[in-house]
Structure formats: structure tokens, C-alpha cells
């Protein structure tokens, strides 16, 4: 199972990921990490830099091309896997935007997908928040929602197995 979720410039159709993270866990077992930050082709939305703090600066000194951080993902994701995030079709939606803006191939044989927020809604109807930062309250999981990719996506796994227990 990989856990993963992605920081954004934005939500618009012209935006890009800005931070991708994913956690893979083995019987119930975390394996290993994977965190790259993306130096994105467009501008930073003032309002997404507000939520996770990424600067257009910081991700032009540290970010990877759009390219080789997908590749990279892709690479750790392998071909066989449970692919879990929190709202899914939001990081979905992301991932399949950038691999069509940036060429980047990406053929998911092998891998299903998992939203934690229709399973939590489907396990635990009535909470007053289905927002990662509410589940993790409810649920009462270790981990925080800081809107840094690796962070949610530790959470997010926090939240995934807590559901299932």
C-alpha cells in the first residue's frame, strides 16, 4: 500500500503539483518514504503558498523538473499497489494533469485506489468533519495536517488504518 498526497499552485485546470510524498507500507509495516518538491512552470497561487508555505523561490532552488519528479514517484509506486490517498480524486485529478501538461507517461496497471474520505464517510457517518485534520481529531490518529505533502500522507495512513480497525 502507498499512502501519498500533493501540494499544489493551485486548483485550477492550469495549476501544477508543487510537492508530492508517498509512504509505502507492507503488512501494516512502513517500508519507506518517498518526498519530492516540483519547480513548477506557472506562477504560485498567493492563496495555495498561503495553506502550504511553498514559495516560488524555494521550489526554484529546490525543486526537481515536473519530469523527473514524476518519474521518480512512478518509480517508487511500482506496478502493484494500493494507492491511498485523502480525497483522491483531487491528487488524482493533479497527477493525471501534470503527466498530460508534461508528456509524462503514466499507466496505473496494477494499482487501485482507496479515498479515505468516501471510506470514512461510509465507516463513520455523522462526524462533525471529514477534513484530514477532523478525521485525525475523531479518530484520534498521531500526526497532523501541516499541508506538507509528507506530513498528510503519514496522517492519511494514520486515518486509513484507524478506519479499518
Known amino acids: 500500500m502507498v499512502v501519498f498526497d500533493t501540494e499544489t499552485t493551485g486548483c485550477s485546470r492550469c495549476d501544477e503539483i508543487c510537492q508530492i510524498a508517498a509512504v509505502e507500507?507492507?503488512?501494516g509495516v512502513q517500508t519507506r518514504t518517498f518526498n519530492a518538491y516540483i519547480c513548477p512552470s506557472c506562477e504560485m497561487n498567493p492563496w495555495a503558498e498561503g495553506v502550504h508555505g511553498l514559495s516560488?523561490?524555494?521550489l526554484s532552488e529546490h525543486g526537481l523538473a515536473p519530469e523527473e519528479a514524476m518519474r521518480q514517484f512512478f518509480e517508487f509506486l511500482g506496478s502493484d499497489a494500493l494507492l491511498v490517498a485523502?480525497?483522491?480524486?483531487?491528487?488524482?485529478?493533479?497527477?493525471?494533469?501534470?503527466?498530460?501538461?508534461?508528456?509524462?507517461?503514466?499507466?496505473p496497471y496494477g494499482i487501485e485506489t482507496c479515498d479515505t474520505l468516501v471510506l470514512a464517510r461510509l465507516l463513520r457517518p455523522g462526524l462533525e468533519s471529514y477534513k484530514l485534520a477532523g478525521l485525525i481529531d475523531a479518530l484520534g490518529v498521531q500526526g497532523?495536517?501541516?499541508?506538507?505533502?509528507?506530513?498528510?500522507?503519514?496522517a492519511c495512513a494514520g486515518v486509513f488504518f484507524a478506519l479499518l480497525n
Open 25 to 27: 507500507y507492507v503488512n
Open 56 to 58: 516560488q523561490e524555494f
Open 86 to 107: 485523502h480525497n483522491n480524486r483531487f491528487d488524482m485529478q493533479m497527477l493525471n494533469q501534470e503527466c498530460r501538461k508534461f508528456d509524462i507517461s503514466f499507466s
Open 144 to 154: 497532523t495536517n501541516s499541508h506538507d505533502a509528507l506530513d498528510d500522507a503519514l
